[in-house]
Structure formats: C-alpha cells, structure tokens
C-alpha cells in the first residue's frame, strides 16, 4: 500500500517548510494516506496591515490555498472560541475520506487556552445507504454470481485504508473465490493466503497464470479498486465492463449502471451475509475448491521459491535473480518498501509472507520515496526491518535521510538497484537525461557517520550480504551492482506488450 | 539579490517533479525573480473522462491551480492556434513583473507546429505614468530634498530587477548623496563606490556608522525597496515616515501620502533629470562632499580589510574571523552565495568588489538555498566564481547536489559554517529540535567521486584552505569549525537589541 503507514501528522515551518513537502502529501491525497498536515504561521496581530514577513509569499493566505488543492479539509486557527471544533471538524474529514487535512496554527495561538466543545458524532460517522437501494444492488449482485462460473475478487487498497478486509475475506472464503490483489493493494491479503492468486495488473501482472485467471473470469468483482494506468498495466489490461462489479467509496457499479446511495461497508457486509447465509444459489457446488484446477505452473505461488543451487553462486546477480534471492530470505518481519521504476515493477514478482508489509507509492510514483519511508515504517512499526528497493537514480534524491535513521537508531536494509542511471526510463525514451551522477555509494555509510555498506555483483554475493543484513541490527546498504540493460520479468514483458500495442495501432 | 540569476527557466515531470520545485518557484514570487516554469503534462485526449492517470492528484487543474498561487499568469496548452499568443502572454508578464509564470505542455502538443502570430507589443510596455500626478510627486520630491540636510539613499533589489540603477546612481553622483542597500539588495550598488555606505537593516547593519547615518538622516529615499521584517533588521530599523520617501514598482509614498498612476521608470529619470538641470537648489553646495565628514571610523568600508598578521595565524576560528578572512580573498571574480542563518546575518559584514555578485534569499529565508544555487550562478555566469557560506544544518538538506556540480564540471567553493546543528535558531529557541545528525563531511567528496574536501579549525588554516581553493580549478569544501555557541557580529548585535525590546515591552 501506499502513502506511508494509515496515519501520519507532519508538522513545519510556514511555507519554506509546507511548500517544500507539498509534493509528499499531493502523494497521500492521490492514493488515499490520511495525514494531518501541521503548519507554524505568522500570528494573527502580525497579519492585519499585510506586511512582508519573511516567508511569506503572494498573501498570508497562500499556504492554505495551496494545500485545498491537495487535502479534503483545512482550517487556519485564528479564533480560540472556533479552534477546538474546527480541529476536530478536519481530523474528522481526514478519518472519513482516509485523505490529508491542513491545519494552520498562528505562532501567537499556541499557548492559549481554548474551549472544548462536548464532542458529537459528526455528520462522516452516520452516514449510511439507502435501503431500497442496497437490497437492489445486492440482489443484483446475486444473480450475476449464482450465474458466474469462475469469479474471482480484486482486492483495493481501499479494503485496508477502510479496515474492510474482514467481510471481503470472510465472503470470499464462504463461496471459495479466489482473490488477486493490485499493485497499489498487493499484500492487502496475506500472500500465503490459499484463496491468493498474486498481483494483477495486465502485462505486469505478477504471473502468467494469475493474468489469464482474471482475465477469463466471467465475473470479477473489484473491490475499494482504483482503476489507475498503473494498475491497469498502462492499458494492457482486459477487463470488459460486462464482467466487473466495482465497489468503491466513490461508486458502486455493476456492468453499465451504477447504483447511487449505497455505502462500500454497507455493501460488502450484504455480501458477507449472502454467503453466509447460503443464498447464493449453488455457488460452492459448482467451484467447491477453486484452486486444484487452477492452472498455477510457473511459478506456483503456494509454493516455498526454489532455494539458491550452489552452482549458481557465481553467477552475475541481475533483476530476476535479486528478486529470487531477496524472496528467500524475507519473513513476515519484513516490510518492503518500493520505490518508482523497476524496483516496483520487480516487485510485484515477490511473494511476502503477510499482510501490510508492502508499501510503495504505486499510483502517484514520485520517485525518491522509498529510503523517507523506511523511516516513517520503523518509527510507526518498531518491529518490522525494513526492506527498500531503490534505483540509483531515486537514492540520489533523498538517500542521505538515512543519516536520521543514524540518529535516531533505525536500521532499514536497503538494497540500491544499480544499474547506473534511469533504468527504467531508458526503456522509454533514452538520451543523456536519463544519465545521474556517479556516486560512490560505499562512501555513504562513513558521511552519515553509521550503518554498514556491502557491494553485490553475483548471486552469492547478494545472498551473503542479505543474509548477514538481516542477521545483525544495523542499518545496511548493498550495492547491488546489476547489468546496465538488465530489468525484471515484469518490466520486460510491459515492454514487449507496449511494443505490440504500438504496432498494432500504427 | 535573492532566487538566483536575473532570468531562469525550470522543466519538470508533471506533479511529482512540479509540486517538488514549488518552494523555489514560491521563493522567486516573494524575491521578485523570473522564471519560466515549463511542466509536461498528460495529453489531450487523456483527460476527456478524468481517468486516474499516475501523477494526476485531485484533477488535471490541481498542479496549474497550486502554480497559480505562486505565479504571475499562467497557461495550458491545450489548443494549437492559441499556443503561441498564450506563451508570449505569460512570458511578457514574467519580463513586467519581474516573477515566475507558468506554462504546462500536454505530450501531445510537443511536436505539433503552431501558428506564430505577429509580435505585437503588450498592454504592458506602454504602462506610462499619469503627466500632471509625475509632476507634481517630483515636485514635492525636489522640495523635500532642498530641505534636506543630510538625505540618503536606500537602493532596493528593484532597481536590479528592473535595470534602474544607472538613472539612481546618476541622481546620487549629481547630488553627492550616499546610497546603502539592504539584506536584499546588497551588490545592486558596486560596494568600492565612493558614495556606498552599507548595508542597512537596523541593527542587522553592515557597520554602526552606517546605521546612524540612515537612522539620523532627514530624508531617507527608498528606491525599489522591499519593505520586509529581515530588511528592517526583524523591528529594529528606525524610519519614521516623516523622513521617507518610498518608490517602488507598486506604490509612490511621501511621508504620509500616496501618488497613484506613476511608473517607478519615469519616476527616477525624472529625478536624474531635476539633479541633471540643477533643480535641487543649493543641494550641492550644501553638501559638497558628503563622505569626509560621514563618521566612518569603524571599520571604513572605504578602506581595504586589515591582512591576517602571523601572530593570529594559530587562533581558532570564529565566525566575525572567518568572514574577515573571506573578505580578504574575495575579488570581482567571485560570486558570493549565502544560505539562511549566520550565513546570511555574517554576509551583511562582507565587502564585495563589484555590483551583483552577492545572492542569498534574504528575504523569503528558505534554508538549502546555497548548493543548488551555485550551480545555477556558475551556468548562468561562467566567469564568475561561487563561494558559498553555507551551514551545516542547511547543508544537509541540499549538499549532495554537489554531485551535479561534479557531473558537469562546476567549481564552487563550499565554505560549511560547521557548528553543529542550527547555531541561529539556538539562539532563538533552543531545543533538541536544533540537533542535527552529526556528518562526516570530509566523505562528501568521496561520495560524489569528485572535489577536494579540507578542515579549518584555525585562522591560518581557513586563509590557507581558501588561498588554495581560490588557486585551484576544482570544487572546494572548506569545512570550517566554528565554536558552538559563536556567531557574527551582526547576529550578536541583533540578539542583543532584541533582548532589549523584549525587557522594555515586558
């Protein structure tokens, strides 16, 4: 999932501060992180005449306009009286829309006392679906199943920001469905889960196998599902609205309509009960065990990944086998954190061992978010080790953050994909843009004063040095060195894919 | 002068590169700096039904909406015949105001030719004063002046930014009147000028001659001049408006009154023309000369800085002696480049030989200015030299940029003010929020494969590092070792006054 851990606050100096970090909560806004966005200010004397006060920009309003465009509720706390119910009004929003606010704090508010209103039930938590409507859609719903052969479930990543996982687990258990996640959602069902097919999404679907059982499924029901480019595989996804229930927050619509008034928790506890209680028509009698005839062959995802054969150690480490090995060794103490670019592509191919150890900023891709977030994961799970994908192009944009995790203790283990310069952009369009800097990232561990650094450019090599990361309790960079046209499985076959695409339209 | 060269432009990703350089570009507004932003942008067609497309956070709007708070006009290309009349609009208005504009490229226009249409003059090239409001300003200007006993100067970053300084300083030669500067516009006037003075900034001044000089004056002529809390040394400055005369691109304001509808432009030539024609009665002979009495005693900034005697050589470094040393290497050659902090404070002291070759963000005060802008001086001016004062907590958000100072063969020298963590905020608020993580800055170098890296503990060692960087053809880190609790003379002096008003307020 995306965005960091469920909750976050952040809190900084008025705009030199705010609008420095503007892009990272634009990110939490685009896929659903609520985040309370704290913000210093002039005081509220200060502002009367507008004055040039440093800092400021066009007016002390300029902050606050700014973040309306990128959260569902803001306020600028200049009334003692008001103070106390407009913070709960946007916390409020924030656990609601499960998306950024902003609130404002004028330096000369902070030490005064200000009155707390009993606090209500506010409009967000009674919200509820119309009757009538919810029966007709469930109802709907019904049918289409009790005629579908071989449905299957896309879980959304909205099933965790909403803590909806449950009803959709236990329905989906009730009539043996099985289920495939996203790449924004991957990990929202643990992936040892016997119901789990793996990641879909078009060519850079997590396997062959999971991309043919979606996409010959006669009813796929897509649930807290953004439908992006990305987890669509940039168009190369088949999914015929004759086939698709989507069920989200924002919509409920099956086939050609749509249903209005109909709340996502609503509906999926109507499903949950149908199951339950039998009235899905024949349902588990037609697929009782959906999985024994499920084509899974290469490779089979309820199966340990082959172990590193001693023959092979010497081998050049390259995408496929960095994933393989790093598989091998990850246990559901594990979070891996992805960042854009193949490290993310690549990583749908992993298999992690439970739920919400996945995390990458699959949608809104902004690169360089993968080493601040491992720092945001430890301090928010202490007992999950971080595991991060960089490329070498996104470490030289925020690595040097490692240096808080010296300070403060952490020991991410992160894993930069060296393959000199913007790999993945390369596949794109090349040119000297896609050129970064020459780091030498062993030097990185003595600048910040912490945490080990260790270099891989075989198979072995990787191994040894994953393995005595995860052994010790120190911060660790592997270098791993990867050839300069190498890519994963996934990234390869969008490539192939995209190019047949482009010659069938041209 | 703040936010960089006189013109720039900046190209980006959509979103997750635009949002990013949003505290830059807001920097440029406060500063009065234009650039021309240029965003790619998702096509045409793409955003028919506004499908989520990776990047995109609320809408397709939200990147332009966000710009437009921090810009002057902006446009989307989204149709060809207007694309070229909608960039010579937002263009002009970059070039008339003096600030960023905004011009967003959906892909699918790139490689389309447009229709040119012919260049016509804008709305704002013909912006000219009212004739009879011109006169009659001027006219009250001539009286005050020919009152005047000891009138000053104080030259604002305008007269940079709108290339008027040759009619001020013909004014000033004409009339023998001193000219200061202040926080932001230091270097606007050469400092080896005869009638400089300094930089004003009450007690954040150049120099206490200075200060008075301003402060005592009976007309103090403020031309282009931001009036901001930082140039007014945070509510120290003493310049009642019974003395002031204030022309800016926005307002004319004698003492208590305002003239609308007269153009800054017209209104110094009209003054070159009154100083020109001898208008000012008996101005000259009142003041024949107005230095030899002016009480420079302490230091003359007329006079060259004292050298290093060999007795000192082994001292420890300090702050008022590392800018005293500095100031003995500076030639016209070189650029200095000042982040926030004591940076910024220290570099008011500093003499430099020749007109804008002084650059911080004086005003909007955003911390990591300095690297990043040392790259930009040096495309922008290869002949000169950046020396960069930068401190260690700032230095940390922004210094590996060094590494594209590398890739393209820059040479900047890097002076960190090393005094481990955020020396000025100490003084203002201490707390372990002013720690930062501890770096081993010699391995910056090492890091970024390129640069000579040295220490500097003493007054001999720092003379010696600079002599050899300013001799040399590499980028230079000089990490300069500064007591904890030292700081500039401009910085103590402002603590001291505002302890002052804080007992007389308390």
């Known amino acids: 999932m995306p965005g960091g851990a469920a909750w976050a606050s952040s809190s900084f100096t008025y705009c030199v501060g705010g609008l420095n970090v503007l892009n990272a909560i634009a990110g939490a806004y685009a896929e659903k992180s609520p985040v309370v966005v704290i913000s210093g200010a002039p005081g509220r004397k200060d502002r009367e005449k507008d004055p040039l006060l440093h800092h400021k920009v066009k007016t002390f309003e300029t902050q606050r306009r700014v973040y309306d465009e990128v959260t569902v509720a803001s306020t600028v706390l200049l009334d003692e009286q008001t103070a106390a119910s407009e913070i709960i009004r946007v916390v409020e929003a924030a656990i609601h829309h499960k998306r950024p606010v902003y609130i404002e704090v004028p330096y000369d508010i902070v030490d005064k006392p200000i009155p707390i209103p009993a606090l209500q039930h506010s409009d967000f938590s009674i919200q509820h679906s119309d009757e009538a409507t919810l029966a007709a859609a469930l109802e709907e719903t019904r049918t289409v199943l009790a005629c579908a052969k071989q449905p299957v479930i896309l879980a ?40 789990y097919l793996g990641v879909y999404g078009g060519a850079m679907s997590s396997s062959l196998p999971c991309r043919d059982y979606v996409e010959s499924a006669d009813c796929v029901l897509m649930l807290g599902t953004f439908i992006t480019d990305m987890s669509m595989g940039i168009y190369t996804a088949k999914l015929e609205r004759t086939r698709v229930i989507l069920a989200t927050t924002e919509q409920l619509r099956i086939h050609y309509h749509t249903y209005e008034d ?30 024994p005839p499920f084509p899974f062959t290469h490779p089979n995802p309820h199966e340990e990944p082959r172990p590193l054969a001693h023959s092979e150690l010497t081998n050049p480490l390259t995408m496929a086998s960095l994933l393989h090995i790093l598989s091998l060794h990850l246990d559901e103490n594990c979070c891996v ?8 592509f690549g990583a749908v191919g992993i298999r992690t061992a439970r ?18 977030a491992s720092i945001g994961v430890s301090m928010a799970a202490p007992n999950l080790r971080p595991v991060v994908l960089v490329g070498d192009g996104a470490f030289q944009m925020t690595g040097t953050e490692l240096s808080t995790a010296v300070r403060l203790g952490l020991k991410p283990i992160i894993i930069i994909l060296n393959n000199d310069g913007f790999g993945t952009m390369r596949k794109i369009r090349d040119g000297s843009f896609n050129t ?16 080990n650094y260790v270099t891989a450019e075989t198979k072995g090599q990787f191994d040894g040095a994953l393995q005595s990361a995860m052994g010790s309790n120190t911060l660790t960079v592997i270098d791993a060195r990867l050839p300069r046209d190498d890519m994963s499985p996934q990234l390869k076959n969008m490539t192939l894919e995209m190019a047949k695409l482009r010659r069938a339209t041209t």
């Open 262 to 291: 109909v709340q996502l928790p609503d509906y999926l506890a109507g499903l949950q009960n149908l199951a339950a209680q039998n009235q899905i028509e024949n349902r588990k009698s037609k697929i009782e065990n959906p999985l």
């Open 156 to 195: 959304g990543v909205e099933l965790h920001r909403h803590n909806l996982i449950e009803p959709v687990l236990k329905f989906a258990e009730s009539l043996n469905i099985p289920i495939a996640a996203d790449l924004l959602s991957k990990s929202v069902i643990a992936e040892s889960h016997p119901l």
């Open 355 to 372: 739920r919400a150890e996945f995390i990458a900023p699959a949608y809104y891709l902004s690169m360089g978010f993968a080493v601040p």
């Open 337 to 344: 954190i992805s960042d854009v670019g193949d490290a993310l």
């Open 436 to 451: 970064t800097s020459r780091w030498n990232y062993g030097k990185i561990c003595e600048l910040i004063g912490g945490g």
